[in-house]
Structures are given as structure tokens and as C-alpha cells.
């Protein structure tokens, strides 16, 4: 097939329509020293996830929390925070409209109780929940989806797919007109799901999901930077993300999920699931598509399917990538912290130059 990209590839440079994050985590406070220039030294825009504790619910809470991070952007750097709203058992049709009628909020993340970090306040009955699915889709207000199920007797291996079946699947058909992004996919269950729903169900694909599986996680040991939930999955499922991501189909686009803890909460009995990505993000993708011979097919993921599908416009700027080889760093600190990234240590083939 053609490919219909504007992305000028030669060996060694790209040249691409600057990116957008369609889903990470700031966190708030201190941190957004860091996290923001991290993502705004690439992106232009970014929706922010609303996971905080206590969570952003409320216009007024993600109005606050957007003008934090906006105080975080570096001068003379162009970024626009979208903010997410944390959908609970209590949000209302009244709340979802005045959600629409704010430009900056994006739409509402349904979290199911207990599936992730920070998720105790979310749904815990996706099924009565009906009432506010019918005012977004009515008013265009996309629903975000953590699509795991949190029953104990649900191997976690299995969770995805479950919600699928039981949540997601009837949610998409009976509101046909609701724009959905089942956000962080991990297996093929979800990519045919998407792939076969109607037009206004997308997903976001992460890059550790794209570049690894769960070996890279349980052998040799327990790599705990490379935990996060959805949990990576066995290798046929990441090669079926890793075919959505570069099939050029519109429904699939960039979606970090970068998500800082730090080293001593990461590397503990109990470790916190997340993968801090945000320094490498857009060279992981150039990694992960230059390893499937599809750089060609990365302009679309990156930087137009998810500003299409949001119906915002497509950004103008442009970013240049060059292979020279290097890399990712080790560690980063901040305000006397340290956390260790997503692919610390590791080498990287292609690095933004400007
Ligand atoms: O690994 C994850 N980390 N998955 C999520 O869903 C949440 C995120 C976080 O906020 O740490
Ligand atoms: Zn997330």
C-alpha cells in the first residue's frame, strides 16, 4: 500500500509534523518541573490523566490544575495541556455538560475502582453509569477507558480482554455515536476490538507495549521499570500492537502513558506500576517502527490520527529526528529525587535534534 505520509525519511533524518501524547500523567506539585518540559520538548499538546490524589474531577479542578502546568512550560515553548476529567459513580449528566462547553477538558477517563494507581474513586458499576454515557455522546464528549476488570478471580492476564467483553463491547454498541480511546492497549483481543468497532472507538498504544513483552519483565529476574497496567503480555499480543501501530489504520495512535514513580517506589516489595517515558518518548517510537522497516508509517501515528480523531487540528511545526546512536539516561533527578526511566540505560538509534 502507498503510503499517503508528508514525513521526509532518509536513512539517517526524519523530518515529521510535530507529535502529540494523546494520554500521560504529570502528576502535580514539584514534579511538573520536570514532567512538563520532558513532554513539551517534543509534544504540543498532551492529555493530561486526571489519576492526582485527591483526582481531578470537576472543571474547576482541571481549570487549577491546568494553569499549574502551564507555569511549568518553558518560555518561548508553544504546549497546550488537554485535560481529562476522572469520571466517578457520582458524575452527572449536568457535570458532563459542563465539561463540553469548556474547550480545554478533553473528556472524561473512566477508571474501574481499584484497577490502577490512584483508581479508588473511580466506577465501580460501569452499568449504571448509563445516564452520562448518553449526555457525552449527545454532547461529544469522548469517554477514555482503563479497559481492565478488577474481580480478583480475573487472572490479570486476562483482564482486558474480560472488560471488552463485558463492558466495552455493549458500551460501543448501544451508544453508537460516543467517541471512545481504549487507552494503553496490550493485546490482540483489544486491536481487533478496535479495528472492528465503529468508526468513533480508537486506541492508544504505548511504547513499552509496542517494543516489549512480558519476558522483558519476569525473566532473569523482575524488571520493575518495565511494570505497568495494563501488564505487558505474551509475545503474540505485542505483535499485534506492534502491527496496529504501524498499519497506517487511523484508529490507532500515540498515547505515551508515561507515568513517573520514583526509584524507591519502583524498586520495592511492592513496586508501583508505571513507566517514565516522557524523556524518550517520540525516539522509543522511531526505535520501535525503525525496528519494523515502518518509519514511513510513524508521521500518522504520531502526529495526525489522534489530533484527527479528536477533531482538533493538525500541528504545523515540524520536529527532525537523526540516527546517531545513543543513550537513554540512567537516571533523572529532580528536587532531591531520582527516578529511573523507562529504558534507562539502554540505546536508542534516533534522537530529536530540533
Ligand atoms: O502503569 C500505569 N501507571 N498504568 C496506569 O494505568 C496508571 C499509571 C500511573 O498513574 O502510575
Ligand atoms: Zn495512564
Not at 83 to 95: C, I, R, S
Not at 244 to 271: R, W
Not at 284 to 300: C, I, N, P, R, V
Request: charged fraction near 20%; aromatic fraction near 8%.
Amino acid at each position: 500500500m502507498a503510503s499517503n505520509s508528508s514525513a521526509a525519511v532518509s536513512p539517517d533524518t526524519l523530518c515529521i509534523d510535530q507529535p502529540d501524547d494523546w494520554h500521560l500523567h504529570f502528576r502535580d506539585g514539584d514534579m511538573l518541573a520536570m514532567t512538563v518540559p520532558a513532554t513539551a520538548r517534543v509534544f504540543k499538546r498532551a492529555i493530561v490523566m486526571p489519576n492526582l490524589a485527591p483526582p481531578v474531577t470537576t472543571v474547576a479542578q482541571a481549570e487549577a490544575y491546568r494553569q499549574r502546568i502551564l507555569a511549568n512550560v518553558p518560555a518561548g515553548t508553544d504546549f497546550e495541556p488537554l485535560m481529562a476529567l476522572y469520571l466517578t459513580q457520582d458524575t452527572t449528566a449536568q457535570d458532563v455538560r459542563e465539561a463540553a462547553n469548556n474547550p480545554n477538558i478533553i473528556g472524561y477517563k473512566l477508571y474501574p475502582a481499584g484497577a490502577t494507581t490512584n483508581s479508588s474513586a473511580g466506577v465501580r458499576a460501569v452499568d449504571a453509569m448509563g445516564p452520562v454515557f448518553e449526555a457525552m455522546e449527545e454532547l461529544g464528549v469522548p469517554l477514555l477507558v482503563h479497559g481492565e476488570v478488577t474481580e480478583p478471580e480475573i487472572d490479570i492476564f486476562d483482564r482486558e480482554k474480560v472488560f471488552i467483553d463485558r463492558y466495552l463491547a455493549p458500551i460501543t454498541e448501544r451508544y453508537g455515536r460516543l467517541k471512545v480511546v481504549l487507552e494503553h492497549i496490550t493485546t490482540k483481543d483489544a486491536v481487533d476490538f478496535v479495528a472492528d468497532a465503529h468508526d468513533l472507538v480508537a486506541a492508544t498504544l504505548t511504547p513499552q507495549h509496542i517494543l516489549m513483552n512480558r519476558n522483558d519483565l519476569l525473566v532473569g529476574g523482575v524488571h520493575v521499570h518495565n511494570y505497568c497496567l495494563p501488564v505487558l503480555k505474551r509475545r503474540s499480543h505485542q505483535e499485534a500492537l506492534q502491527q496496529a501501530a504501524i498499519s497506517g489504520n487511523a484508529k490507532f495512535f500515540l498515547g505515551t502513558d508515561s507515568a513517573p514513580h520514583v526509584q524507591a517506589k519502583k524498586e520495592t516489595a511492592c513496586g508501583c506500576a508505571g513507566c517514565f517515558s516522557a524523556f524518550t518518548a517520540i525516539e522509543l517510537y522511531a526505535e520501535a517502527f525503525s525496528q519494523l522497516g515502518a518509519l514511513d508509517k510513524l508521521e500518522g501515528f504520531a502526529s495526525h490520527f489522534g489530533a484527527d480523531f479528536y477533531g482538533r487540528p493538525r500541528n504545523t511545526q515540524k520536529i527532525n529526528l537523526q540516527r546517531v546512536g545513543w543513550q537513554a539516561p540512567e537516571t533523572v533527578s529532580h528536587g532531591g529525587e531520582t527516578w529511573v526511566p523507562y529504558w534507562a540505560g539502554k540505546q536508542l538509534q534516533w534522537q530529536v535534534v530540533g
